[in-house]
């Protein structure tokens, strides 16, 4: 048997699984009407390129990125936790495939299929609510995508794969997840409360580091604002694609435990 | 019977979106921001209302009633421009007065025509009388309309009651400007309110109406499978 087939076919079992009839539909209908709904036009910067930062924002502002790492979460937690639950996992682990390529039958569908649902429709929302903004800055906006995508995203995504082959529970590892997306909210005021505080930017940099999105965001929104010293900490665009990276680097840490866990630790 | 699953669910995905977008487009717009005031303008004197930054999508509706006859003109700079003549203002008075700064910043477009009418007055005294009547003088602002054409979006005639509403091409600070040549003060009352274009809807109209029959074709053949399926079992 070709190696490609076994692949094939926990990829389709993991599809069955995660977008049961009409999961799938009832996501892609909330995305869709989520992405225009919340557009917002307003522009919250000085410059042109901020009016697009701000309007990709708003696309994947908190309701509808909740309901997107929600997907993420329910697909990570019940779709590894059920099977390791039900003793499903046992007969996957029979396929001649290395344990490996069997999680990542599996994160493909329940991360990568929603990742693609969810930037699919709103890049199509994007090019139906604004083509210009999408035409003339598309650097921004993948930027602007790329740091949502990273944090919260895949970020609570690998937390949860973690916590998921730990606890071998799916729900439990849903509510660890959503508890933890809803202190990242809490935490993102803070830490600028913080700064303003101390005066010390320490706490805005570190945070950074988890979410690139708050660079991004003290970046864009800073863009254009002249005369005025800024009182906290604005970083550079390099400084910003720094962040970013080192942002992508917590989270491919995390997964690379998540799947060094599942390949040498995991026993059912 | 995979491949009629495949394109099954992706109709239905579709189908599921061109939905999301037919409900939208139900939804009525909703009004936005609306705010108003009052204000006097001394005779030959004009005043400017910075009012927001405006896009194709989002607009502006204004109103205007004057106790005489007054000039009216919407004026749209790019935010870039207007970052650049920040920048042109701050060299050109390099005092480190905070309020001077504050001054630049809320009054970026005045301060510029003052600047090119005057360039070599310095800022003796911000907020004294003297400085205020210069800064806010009719033929400051005629220069600099006639430097500056291009940023003028409506140039109505004279007359007391005003109304027009605008959707700038571009991204541009939008500000009211409303110039009194008379030799007697007016009092102007102003209402401003933000609008949605409806341009957008009628593209998402559109695109339901593309998506809905083409999700509906590639569905179909996979819910007869899936029902002839269950009806065996």
Redesign the interface.
């Known amino acids: 048997m070709r190696k490609g087939r076994p692949f094939l076919e926990i990829f ?1 079992y993991a599809l069955d699984e995660d ?1 049961r ?2 999961i ?3 996501f ?6 989520g992405t ?2 919340f557009a917002d ?3 919250y ?4 390129e ?2 697009a930062y701000s309007l990709v924002s708003t696309l994947c502002g908190f309701p509808l990125l909740f309901i997107f790492v929600f997907l993420i979460l329910k697909n990570v937690a019940y779709g590894l936790g059920g099977d390791l639950e039900k003793g499903v996992m046992q007969t996957l682990f029979s396929y001649p495939l290395k344990r490996r390529y069997i999680l990542t039958a599996k994160l493909l569908s329940g991360l990568g299929i929603a990742v693609l ?1 969810f930037f699919g ?1 709103q890049i ?1 929302g994007l090019f ?3 083509p ?1 903004v999408i035409l003339t800055y598309p650097s921004t906006v993948f930027l602007t995508y790329a740091a949502q995508l990273c944090s919260p995203a895949l970020l609570l995504a690998g937390l949860v794969l973690f916590f998921t082959l730990r606890l071998k529970r799916g729900g439990l590892a849903v509510v660890i997840g959503v508890v933890l997306f809803l202190a990242g909210l809490i935490v993102s005021g803070f830490v600028t409360s913080i700064a303003y505080g101390t005066g010390s930017d320490l706490s805005l940099k570190i945070w950074a580091v988890i979410n690139p999105n708050s660079a991004l965001q003290i970046y864009y929104y800073n863009m ?1 604002m ?3 010293a800024p009182k906290t900490w604005v970083p550079s665009f390099s400084e910003v694609l720094l962040y970013l990276g080192a942002g992508y680097l917590v989270v491919a840490a995390l997964f690379v435990v998540g799947y060094a866990y599942f390949d040498r630790r995991l026993e059912i | 019977m995979r491949w009629v699953t495949l394109l099954g669910r992706i109709g239905t995905v579709i189908l599921a979106i061109g939905l999301a977008l037919l409900v939208f487009s139900l939804i009525p717009s909703g009004a936005g921001s609306q705010y108003g005031w009052s204000q006097p303008i001394g005779p030959e004197q004009y005043m400017l209302e910075e009012l927001w930054v405006y896009s194709p999508q989002t607009g502006l509706q204004i109103s205007m009633e004057s106790t005489d006859n007054v000039h009216v003109y919407l004026l749209g700079v790019s935010p870039v421009e207007h970052d650049n003549w920040r920048t042109l203002l701050m060299e050109a008075y390099p005092d480190s007065d905070p309020h001077l700064v504050m001054f630049i910043y809320s009054y970026t477009v005045p301060l510029l025509f003052f600047h090119e009418a005057y360039p070599e007055q310095p800022f003796p005294d911000l907020f004294g009388p003297q400085t205020q009547n210069m800064v806010w003088n009719v033929t400051v602002l005629d220069k600099g309309l006639e430097t500056h054409p291009e940023i003028i979006l409506w140039d109505p005639p004279q007359g007391s009651t005003f109304s027009h509403e605008l959707f700038p091409e571009d991204v541009l600070n939008m500000m009211a400007v409303v110039a009194n040549p008379s030799s007697n003060t007016v009092e102007v009352d102003w209402k401003v309110k933000e609008i949605a274009a409806v341009a957008s809807k009628d593209r998402i109209i559109v695109a339901a109406r593309l998506l809905i029959p083409i999700g509906i074709a590639l569905a179909i053949p996979w819910l007869i499978l899936r029902k002839v399926k269950r009806s065996t079992f």
Do not use: H, R, S
Request: no cysteine.
């Open positions: 389709t977008y009839f009409p799938l539909e009832i892609a209908f909330l995305f869709a009407l225009f709904v036009f307003a522009p910067g000085q410059t042109e901020a009016l649902l429709i199509f139906l609510l604004a210009d254009g002249v005369g005025f």
